[in-house]
């Protein structure tokens, strides 16, 4: 047995050197050490590349970027603890007649009567004389003289132009509705009865604070929420300025530095096909557009179609014996316009759409007025205005309607603009309305603008992981320290 294993081994041992052998030969070659070197290098620059490239990528595309916002300044606009807000409006006294001693003796009485019964803490009327010379003329008078005449002229709100008139016993104050200009006519004033200047004095200051005073109360709403230290004049209704002017921005569209107006002509039959627009806006609208550059900018388009339909919802109009005309309720007025046939589109040019509609009633509806109240017209808040024109008898059948049949029209489009516009109602000179708009306006920015920043700090403060991009922060800055 013994044997027989030996032999076995025996047989064995030339297959192990075989195998060793073989294994001998198969073994890679030893490594140079230019390919030690490359092959570390290969590893470098994967982990280089990894880490220098790889992470930044990963770390921007999985990072809310958060820019930082001066948070503080932000809660102290909204808190309207950053600056005191202050509206002077500048009112030049001319009286080329007078002596300029006499001129500004009268100039410095109407600015202590102002202070004094002025009640407004935003609000202020400061007097100058024509000559540029201050009406108060202390150290600490809070109106500073202008360098030059430019730049008192282009601050200048009104001027308080007095004229003589020896016919007058008692002054008497006009204002001219075109022009930013009180007149305020008097008798003659002599520098050895001063009581003749004091008097005119007290009257010009109670005119111009009768001027401002729906100014005055609605900044002082605006801005502060409070408007009771006015009741106590007690020629000053506070609560219906108010009223009136919650109304006015109900009706009004909201502020934008560029509106686009739309004019239409919609016809219930074959004519009018067509109407003098270009000439009747030249003519009775131009000039009102530009008076409003100061506030805003206008685009215009003008449209026309023919066989027009009524709405299907409108219930009317309904044919009254008694009077012989077409009439509409009131409740039928909001669905006039039919919206699903008639092109007018709210998207219309860069701004807000205003859309004036002029409708033509065919000939077996018309006349056509409204019933309550038998006018003609309406006002559609914040989306526009309606007007019927029925053709009068000596038009008969014109295929055209002339600037002379668009001017009623024209006057109604344009009062229509005024309440959508969101112009004040007094007082009566259209440039010192424009400029109460102005001041108005800039109250409710810097009003929706602290509100804004208020809001944006607040929920920053509530979602941390809200994302804030740089111009954001960048907006925020520029709003926080303008």
């Known amino acids: 047995m013994d044997s027989q294993q030996a032999g076995m081994v025996a047989k064995d041992a030339p297959a192990e050197g075989i195998v060793h052998a073989a294994l001998s030969r198969k073994q890679p070659p030893p490594e140079s050490p230019d390919g030690i070197k490359t092959r570390r290098w290969i590893i470098f620059c994967f982990w280089a590349i990894a880490g220098l490239l790889g992470l930044p990528i990963w770390y921007a595309t999985t990072t809310v970027p958060r820019a930082a916002l001066p948070l503080e300044s932000m809660d102290a606009w909204a808190s309207g603890q950053t600056c005191k807000l202050e509206f002077p409006v500048h009112l030049v006294l001319a009286a080329s007649h007078l002596d300029t001693a006499i001129t500004i003796d009268l100039a410095q009485q109407v600015q202590r009567g102002l202070d004094k019964q002025n009640k407004s803490p935003i609000h202020r009327l400061r007097v100058i004389t024509s000559g540029h010379s201050t009406a108060d003329q202390s150290a600490d008078a809070p109106y500073i003289d202008p360098l030059s005449s430019s730049a008192i002229t282009s601050q200048v709100a009104a001027t308080v132009n007095l004229v003589l008139d020896t016919s007058y016993t008692q002054p008497l104050a006009k204002v001219q509705p075109f022009d930013p200009i009180l007149d305020v006519y008097h008798g003659s004033l002599s520098s050895t009865q001063p009581s003749d200047v004091s008097n005119l004095a007290d009257f010009i200051a109670n005119e111009l604070l009768k001027l401002f005073a729906e100014e005055q109360v609605t900044l002082d709403y605006l801005l502060t929420g409070q408007t009771t230290h006015h009741e106590s004049s007690g020629s000053i209704d506070s609560s219906s300025i108010i009223e009136n002017y919650r109304k006015r921005s109900n009706r009004a569209f909201k502020y934008a530095s560029t509106y686009h107006l739309t004019f239409s002509l919609f016809t219930g039959s074959a004519s009018p096909s067509a109407w003098d627009i270009k000439a009747a806006l030249d003519e009775y609208l131009g000039p009102f557009l530009a008076s409003f550059s100061s506030v805003s900018k206008f685009s215009v388009d003008t449209q026309v179609q023919l066989y027009a339909s009524l709405s299907p919802s409108l219930h009317g109009p309904q044919y009254d014996e008694a009077s012989q005309k077409w ?156």
């Open 327 to 482: 009439t509409l309720l009131r409740s039928d007025l909001s669905a006039f316009i039919n919206a699903a046939e008639w092109p007018l589109s709210p998207s219309i040019g860069v701004g807000p759409t205003i859309n004036f509609v002029a409708y033509v009633p065919s000939p077996k509806q018309a006349p056509m007025v409204i019933q309550e109240t038998g006018g003609t017209s309406w006002l559609i808040p914040q989306w526009g205005g309606v007007q019927i024109l029925n053709p009068s008898t000596d038009q008969g059948n014109n295929t055209a309607l002339t600037k002379q049949d668009l001017e009623p029209v024209m006057r109604i489009f344009a009062e229509q603009l005024e309440s959508l516009i969101g112009l004040p109602q007094s007082p009566s000179s259209l440039p010192l309305r424009l400029s109460s708009l102005t001041r108005e306006r800039a109250a409710s920015l810097i009003l929706s603008a602290s509100s804004t920043l208020g809001a944006l700090s607040r929920l920053t403060l509530k979602l941390t992981s809200i994302a804030i991009p740089d111009n954001v922060a960048d907006s925020a800055q520029n709003q926080s320290y303008h």
